[in-house]
């Protein structure tokens, strides 16, 4: 620390304070004095203006070293200031009166004390382990503090022998904490300027490192809120995700970008799951609306609805494939039943198989495996040789009605069952969904028959059974279809082209893109369809996809052998609903890397409203097959550990070749 007007410290060693007693101290003072008056007389530097403060300069004084006193440096005279007059200012604590006494004290005596003074004392020890060592930083003496305690420095006080004896322990500490809040505001480098005590900004000395995107905790978790002060959690999340769930996994809310890792997916729960909290006083209100759509609380009502579909609208997947009975089924049926242009699976799985394979439950466990443990097999039904099979979400299961279905049979001579029909009914919420596979009559001019087929498809379904009609006075005895609010109908329907091979062939060649729309022109069911003879009030997607049928076997060609058969459209997908704009068509299309048969999987992926229902319909209570469940995840496991085994084989294997 600069010495006072600007000239530079003075090394030295202070006036240490003598044991003996006061008549000692007083001695010394008047010696120093004595000197300091006899320099002063001889250079004319040194002078006190205030006769009367002679005393307490003289203790004040500090002795200057031998080298300093053969110069002739000048230094100029020091005033004493008055004190100053009193002003009217809040009431100081006790604290901050000693930290000003303290202060003033050391503010006008840092240019008299020795930079160079170096001792073991308590005192020194506290101040060195406050602030880090500053060279030439002053501390005042300890002579010149002792009789003043009032002005006496903490540090000095405690650096003396004596002072360490008179003081107590309580001091000692006291004086400590004093001493750790003053210098913590003087190394930010800022006083404490009148009666409130401030202390700077503090900048850093090189950027900052970036901010963690995780800035969640345990302990903001509330019930149903994200913070405390934020707003509430079903509004925000309907606007980020458009979809809340109780059973929301943690895997979907990290996919969708809402969180980051697990503390962030806990601290946006509630106190035990996203379910709402529920009110004693709610749970004590009755009401005449209990078991409606339009109670609070219904299983099925519009409230449960909204929580886990905001827009009330689900996705669901519905496919054909007509396996032509063969035994071998496809390694890998990712790329038909998850195909990679929709970012999300749907929410319902609907599979209809014409010409099954003769083991139909190792079929089902191989839709499982594929569809894993998110879904689970609502239901099945087979007759003959036309299979069907249902998945749906497992947290979706609560929700529907009891399953029924039912079959019609459309050639009676034949004893193995391979045309006919195949229905599956059910309701989910207060929505009535049927969904029917088919397999018409083949043959390129037999148009007649197949409606034939369809018309006693309609009649002789006989759904719904126990579960009750959601419109009744819609509906039709006559018409299967019209019992019900969205009507799926696919299968190999057989349907062909009127048109010869090599006009279609060309057609393909030329131009595979607007080629299909040529061809649509000779389809028979599309030509059937818009005189109304058949799938009446039904309609289908734009076909943008090549003829599924018929192809050679592991092969990307049509038909080679003798017969010739002309490339058709025989597998389709319709729909149709009580309601307008119910169901939108997301896509349609087949599958063609699947080659085990000489027909080509079609699927279409809908976008369907659903409607909240009433507690009177018959539940299915969540059962499902738990059996085929667990087959399939055990084997969906057990083939990930073989894919893993192998490429590590593979990459631990080295080839030597001899040259």
Same mark, same amino acid.
């Given at each position: 620390m600069s010495a006072l007007n600007g000239f530079s410290?003075?090394?030295?060693?202070?006036?240490?304070?003598?044991?003996?007693?006061?008549?000692?101290?007083?001695?010394? *003072?008047?010696?120093?004095?004595?000197?300091?008056?006899?320099?002063?007389?001889?250079?004319?530097?040194? !002078?006190?203006?205030?006769?009367?403060?002679?005393?307490?300069?003289?203790?004040?004084?500090?002795?200057?070293? &031998?080298?300093?006193?053969?110069?002739?440096?000048?230094?100029?005279?020091? !005033? %004493?200031? %008055? &004190?100053?007059? &009193?002003?009217?200012?809040?009431?100081?604590?006790?604290?901050?009166?000693?930290?000003?006494?303290?202060?003033?004290?050391?503010?006008?005596?840092?240019?008299?004390?020795? %930079?160079?003074?170096?001792?073991?004392?308590?005192?020194?020890?506290?101040? *060195?382990?406050?602030? %880090?060592?500053?060279?030439?930083r002053a501390t005042p003496c300890s002579q010149c503090c002792e009789p003043n305690s009032l002005h006496s420095s903490p540090d000095a006080s405690e650096a003396s022998p004596m002072g360490k004896s008179r003081g107590s322990t309580s001091d000692l500490g006291k004086r400590a904490s004093e001493i750790s809040s003053a210098f913590g505001g003087l190394l930010r480098g800022k006083a404490f300027a009148g009666s409130k005590p401030r202390l700077s900004q503090i900048m850093p000395a090189r950027p900052l490192p970036p901010m963690e995107l995780n800035v969640a905790s345990h302990t903001l978790r509330t019930a149903n809120r994200?913070?405390?002060?934020?707003?509430?959690?079903?509004?925000?999340?309907?606007?980020?995700?458009?979809?809340?769930?109780?059973?929301?996994?943690?895997?979907?809310?990290?996919?969708?970008?809402?969180?980051?890792?697990?503390?962030?997916?806990?601290?946006?729960?509630s106190t035990f799951s996203l379910l709402t909290p529920i009110r004693s006083k709610d749970v004590r209100s009755r009401s005449y609306l209990e078991g409606s759509l339009l109670a609070n609380g219904a299983l099925l009502g519009a409230e449960e609805l909204s929580r886990y579909f905001p827009d009330r609208n689900i996705g669901i997947f519905v496919a054909t494939w007509n396996m032509q009975g063969q035994k071998e089924l496809p390694v890998n049926l990712d790329d038909f039943l998850l195909p990679t242009d929709p970012d999300y699976a749907q929410d319902m799985y609907v599979i209809g198989v014409q010409e099954g394979c003769p083991d139909r439950r190792e079929w089902e466990i191989r839709l499982q495996e594929t569809l894993g443990p998110h879904y689970v097999m609502l239901y099945s039904a087979a007759h003959g040789v036309l299979y069907m099979s249902v998945f749906i979400r497992r947290d979706l299961i609560w929700f529907c009605s009891e399953v029924e279905y039912a079959t019609v049979?459309?050639?009676?001579?034949?004893?193995?069952? !391979?045309k006919g029909a195949l229905g599956i009914c059910f309701t989910f919420f207060g929505t009535s969904f049927l969904f029917i596979t088919s397999h018409f009559t083949s043959g390129d001019s037999k148009v007649n028959e197949r409606k034939l087929d369809y018309n006693k498809t309609i009649q002789a379904l006989t759904l719904p059974k126990n579960v009750p009609d959601t419109n009744p006075y819609r509906s039709s005895s006559s018409d299967v279809t019209t019992r019900f609010d969205e009507v799926f109908w696919f299968g190999d329907f057989n349907f062909r082209l009127n048109k010869d091979r090599e006009t279609v062939d060309s057609i393909l060649n030329q131009n595979p893109e607007t080629g299909v729309s040529k061809l649509l022109a000779y389809d028979q069911l599309t030509s059937e369809m818009s005189r109304g003879s058949i799938f009446k009030g039904f309609q289908e997607a734009d076909i943008r996809f090549r003829p599924s049928y018929k192809f050679d076997i592991g092969k990307d060609s049509y038909d080679t052998t003798s017969k010739q058969r002309t490339p058709s459209y025989t597998d389709r997908v319709v729909f149709r609903s009580r309601y307008r704009d119910d169901i939108h068509a997301v896509k349609y299309s087949s599958c063609p890397v699947i080659k085990t048969s000489d027909h080509r999987p079609v699927f279409a992926l809908f976008r369907v409203k659903v409607r909240p229902g009433r507690d009177n319909i018959p539940l299915a209570a969540g059962q499902f097959d738990r059996e085929l469940y667990l087959i399939g995840i055990k084997r969906r496991i057990t083939r990930d550990l073989q894919n893993r085994r192998v490429q590590k084989d593979q990459k631990s294997s080295s080839i030597c070749s001899i040259s």
């Open positions: 410290q003075h090394s030295g060693a202070c006036v240490t304070q003598n044991t003996g007693g006061g008549a000692v101290q007083d001695l010394q *003072a008047k010696k120093a004095g004595k000197a300091a008056k006899k320099e002063a007389s001889g250079n004319g530097v040194l !002078t006190f203006e205030d006769p009367r403060r002679v005393d307490t300069s003289l203790n004040e004084t500090i002795k200057l070293l &031998p080298d300093e006193l053969k110069t002739n440096m000048k230094i100029k005279s020091v !005033t %004493p200031r %008055p &004190p100053r007059k &009193p002003r009217l200012e809040r009431a100081a604590s006790l604290d901050e009166k000693n930290w000003r006494r303290w202060r003033r004290f050391r503010t006008s005596q840092e240019s008299l004390t020795d %930079p160079n003074e170096t001792s073991s004392s308590n005192g020194s020890l506290q101040e *060195a382990s406050l602030s %880090p060592p500053i060279r030439g994200i913070d405390s002060d934020f707003m509430d959690y079903r509004h925000y999340s309907q606007h980020k995700f458009g979809r809340v769930s109780s059973s929301l996994s943690d895997t979907r809310l990290h996919g969708n970008g809402m969180v980051y890792d697990n503390c962030s997916t806990d601290s946006m729960k049979t459309t050639r009676i001579v034949s004893q193995i069952k !391979t």
